[in-house]
């Protein structure tokens, strides 16, 4: 349940069997390409596992009056309406065992909500998930695994349409408005470069089972490997691209 006030973090750090860093894994990809989905369906798996679930979403800077008055002007899907200073903060702070208080973000106001934080735990894996969590290297270099969910740009916008209309309380026009205007050209100029980043790249999001269950497994080896790690410090992982 959502904490009432508060400062940004609260908690202490794990005290368990000894320290033990987070693994943390970045989910990117278009608007509506299933990020989500794909986050879920992994927790689900590993549900043997403490996973806490971070969304980019949380950290867009709340509009200004001014703004506000002028928001179909507003561009969403630029680097710069999210609060990356606070995100990198709040991953940090994950990373070190210690809990966070995460923003919580109205879509439909475009505000963010003065008073209530959710609390996030610290955990063995910490999922970051977002269509620009790839575009600060400060970000990126703090992830373990980077997936990016590549799903066709007919799917996402159909998707997008009725999500924003049914979720979000926009209408029709104004969705495909903003999506010619800031959504397309910021994935272009934004997002896409940022997949090669990606260890991982998903075709069809969720609905791709196989994919999920190859990642699952390789966190599985990981976590095993963490714990490796603990006991032979000197045993060392070597990463790898690839395509599924
Ligand atoms: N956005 C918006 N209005 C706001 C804030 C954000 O319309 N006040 C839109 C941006 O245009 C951006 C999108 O929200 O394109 C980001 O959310 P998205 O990645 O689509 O949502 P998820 O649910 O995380 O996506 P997925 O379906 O992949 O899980």
Known sequence: SPIIGG???????LADDGPRQPFVIGVSGGT???KTTVCDMIIQQL???????VN????????TAEESEYVHEYNFD?????????????IEKLRCGLAVNVPIYDFTNHRRCSESFRKVNA???????GILVFHDSRVRNMMDMKIFVDTDADIRLARRIRRDTVERGRDVNSVLEQYAKFVKPAFDDFVLPTKKYADVIIPRGGDNHVAIDLIVQHIRTKLGQHDLCKI???VYVIQSTFQI
Request: proline share 6%; glycine share 6%; hydrophobic share 35%.
């Open 123 to 129: 955990s063995d894996v910490i999922i970051l998930e």
């Open 7 to 13: 400062a940004s973090h609260v908690g202490s750090p």
């Open 47 to 53: 549900h043997d596992h403490r996973v806490v679930l």
């Open 232 to 234: 032979y410090p000197n």
């Open 78 to 90: 630029h680097p710069d309406a999210f609060d990356t200073e606070q995100l990198l903060e709040c």
């Open 32 to 34: 509506a390409s299933g």
């Open 56 to 63: 980019q979403d949380s950290f867009y800077r709340g509009l």
